[in-house]
């Protein structure tokens, strides 16, 4: 009756995963929560992405944290009262005069805009470190893509063999249904024979018997292997799944990281900025020749941090690149709208590891429900982990 129960059964349609590399999925369908090996690896799959999604959360917020001050800045300089501010223009126009006049001359040598150099300026502390970041971004999400579509190439390899052995298994629930079929008419056959013309019919049950017991025999050997290896193909499916998950949250991560790095620092590729660093690097050296005609615009600077400093702005020092947005209105619009979209781009990560951890949080959460028996243990491995 064993044997007869699984042909009969219905067959389990599996859908199809997302393409998608973002998604995290998470299939434990095919997880035996009584397997303590199996149980433990979904388990702590789901703590290591809540883990490396922590980690990014806590890199992500020191920037984020550092552009709300800037936006700060900005509400701080535009509520100043109209005296304050009058002084504060002031200074800004005479050091913006003062560059003027330096730009006429540096008109003559620059090998690149203006804009590229202040920023680059801006930026010269951590520029050498952005490119290493950017190499080293745009390597690691090469492998990662590499890595990904290997995976790709092996999920559906998984999925093109579980089809294969299923529909081998409902051949051979047919072929027993055939010969069972077969079987019976023979049966039939013989009986008539044997009742209605009284024939010797022996060799015939003989006959019958032996053959469906082979076909039977090697039908049932061939279904249990088939089996096995259908079980075997979904747990290997199933761990290829859960480290999908995880390269998929490096790739994310990676893909953001470099995109927001290419925004801030106005670039499109590590070549494209380190050739740009090494002309500012030139552009500098040219420009000290003419550091005397700066000595005035350097006295306006430092008037223009003090009087900043007088105020509530956390970094005076950045507008020394920027006089211009103190004097100008659209300046300070476009400044401000391009540190609402680099934090958006950061809160959009944020967001993203957010979910990942509120996501895993919740499916563990849930096999402690659905699995009670194993609650106690489930709360053992979040506690030793840490993110209890």
């Not at 009969?8 to 929560?33: G, I, M, Q």
């Not at 008539?192 to 015939?204: A, E, H, S």
């Not at 292997?225 to 290829?240: A, F, M, P, T, W």
């Not at 999908?244 to 790095?261: A, H, S």
Request: charged letters at 35%; proline letters at 1%.
């Amino acid at each position: 009756m064993g044997f007869l129960s699984k042909i009969f059964r219905k067959r389990k349609l599996s859908e199809s995963s997302n393409d998608d590399w973002e998604k995290v999925v998470y299939e434990r369908d095919h997880v035996d929560f009584s397997d303590a090996e199996q149980r433990s690896r979904y388990i702590t799959g789901c703590l290591e992405q809540m883990g490396e999604a922590a980690r990014e959360l806590n890199l992500l917020t020191g920037e984020y944290s550092l552009i709300t001050s800037y936006l700060t800045d900005i509400e701080e300089i535009e509520a100043l009262p109209e005296k304050e501010r009058e002084e504060l223009n002031g200074i800004a126009g005479r050091l913006m005069t003062m560059e003027q006049e330096g730009d006429k001359y540096r008109g003559k040598k620059n090998r690149m805009t203006d804009a590229d150099y202040y920023r680059l300026r801006e930026q010269e502390s951590e520029i050498q470190e952005g490119i290493g970041k950017l190499k080293e971004c745009e390597a690691y999400g090469e492998k990662v893509k590499h890595d990904l579509r290997r995976l790709d190439m092996e999920r559906h390899a998984y999925e093109f063999r579980r089809q294969e052995l299923e529909t081998i298994l409902n051949n051979l629930r047919g072929i027993s249904i055939i010969f069972l079929t077969a079987f019976v008419l023979c049966i039939a056959m013989l009986l008539v024979l044997q009742f209605g013309f009284q024939m010797d019919t022996k060799l015939g049950y003989l006959l019958a018997g032996g053959t469906v017991a082979v076909a039977v025999t090697v039908s049932w050997a061939k279904y249990t292997n088939g089996e096995r290896e259908l079980r075997r193909v979904e747990i290997d499916s199933n761990k290829l799944i859960q480290l999908q998950n995880k390269v998929k949250i490096r790739y994310v991560n990676n893909r953001n990281l470099t995109d927001y790095l290419c925004m801030k620092y106005s670039t499109n590729s590590a070549a494209a900025l380190d050739s740009l660093w090494k002309k500012y690097q030139k552009e500098k050296e040219e420009r000290r020749e003419y550091a005397e005609a700066e000595s005035k615009a350097g006295q306006y600077r430092r008037q223009l941090v003090h009087e900043l400093s007088r105020y509530r702005i956390s970094s005076p020092e950045r507008w020394l690149s920027q006089p211009a947005a103190l004097l100008d209105k659209r300046e300070m619009v476009e400044i401000r709208h391009e540190l609402i979209l680099r934090r958006q781009a950061l809160r959009k990560q944020m967001d993203y590891n957010h979910d990942v951890s509120d996501t895993a949080r919740k499916e563990i959460m849930d096999i402690a429900e659905r699995y009670p028996e194993y609650a106690s243990e489930v709360r053992e491995m979040v506690e030793h982990y840490g993110a209890g």
